[in-house]
């Protein structure tokens, strides 16, 4: 059963047993090389170890064998992503929100690709909008990472507090990502340190994360890289 393999292969991967998920890929795809869920999910695992070509291919394959799949697209949106194609992730977003006009996750990976193309003032108005289909803690951190680049620090830093209220240390490396973009690698490294502590499976993009640019060369940061052991 190859969704079963590649099911293992999720819980292995956000375990952070990077290994042991490929081994898992490797008999889900031998399995069912067509198989739309089992090229969903290994597009991921291929992007969070930096091979974006073929994270690519099989995400845009899932969506040619299944185009009525929504996740199939956000997963190709999430790819471009962290390939750092930002402009190109709004396509297959609308094709998901066609889909699921109320997908958190849609508005969430859109508001990112904002961010990262400097729209800071568009991804702000997104955010502010009750309108937007988002998570009160995603809302919060949206607005934390667009007011500082706004020039408005204080409410920068409001939002920042009000999101942490409410995932206390569940959201470390979401935390680091935000203190990185602020220019504050001293809490960005703090929140990573904390992340490895306590196993945040959002560790496993810490490889590939834009947002973690700015710590990319801290010798901290290199030391948390080296020890997540990702496969060549």
Known sequence: MANAHAILAEVLFFSLD??????????ALAVAPGGVFVLATYARFALVLGHFDAALAAAQK???LD????????????????ARRFAEVEAPLRKAQ????????????RIQALLRLGEFDQARQRCESVATPLDEDTRHRCLASA???LGRQADAERELKAYQALDKDTEAVSYARVYAQWGNKPMALLWLAKAEQLLDPRLIYIK?????????????????????????
């Open 98 to 109: 066609a889909l699921s006009p109320r997908s958190t996750e849609v508005e969430n990976r």
């Open 62 to 64: 899932a969506v040619g």
């Open 208 to 232: 590939v994360d834009p947002e973690l640019d700015p710590v990319r060369d801290e010798p901290e940061f290199r030391g948390i890289l080296a020890r997540m052991n990702f496969p060549p």
């Open 147 to 149: 007011y500082r680049p």
């Open 18 to 27: 990077f290994y042991g998920a490929a081994r898992e890929y490797d008999r």
């Open 67 to 82: 185009p009525l799949d929504s996740s199939s697209y956000v997963e190709l949106a999430h790819a471009l992503y962290f």
